[in-house]
């Protein structure tokens, strides 16, 4: 079973940055499709960024522009870099296979203050 350890979530003003980074155990996450998913308060948990094992990138189109998944697969690690951050995209940040498979870990909280 491979374990998710997020980190790097925070308060941050309208307009800041955040860097989350997402540890995986298990060599078998260098060969998953990962995923950023975030759960905000009272709302399903959307996918908001995936990246291939090749580094292919996707977004959904509230954060298009303004994040960027990478990932770095010797550590067994994603990161999200987080841009002119908005109020609307405080949420629960976690990481996980894209279609989900494990189990979630704890999560990252971001929060956006106006």
């Known amino acids: 079973q491979v374990q998710l350890v997020e980190s790097g979530g925070g308060l941050v003003q309208a307009g800041g940055s955040l860097r989350l980074s997402c540890a995986a155990s298990?060599?078998?996450?260098?060969?998953?499709?990962m995923g950023w998913y975030r759960q905000a308060p009272g709302k399903e948990r959307e996918l908001v960024a995936t990246i291939t094992s090749d580094h292919t990138t996707n977004y959904s189109d509230s954060v298009k522009g303004r994040f960027t998944i990478s990932r770095d697969n010797a550590k067994s690690i994603i990161y999200l870099q987080m841009n002119n951050l908005k109020p609307d995209d405080t949420a629960v940040y976690s990481c996980?296979?894209?279609?989900?498979?494990?189990?979630w870990g704890q999560g990252t909280q971001v929060t956006v203050s106006s």
């Open positions: 996980n296979r894209v279609p989900v498979l494990w189990r």
């Open positions: 298990g060599s078998i996450f260098r060969f998953s499709t």
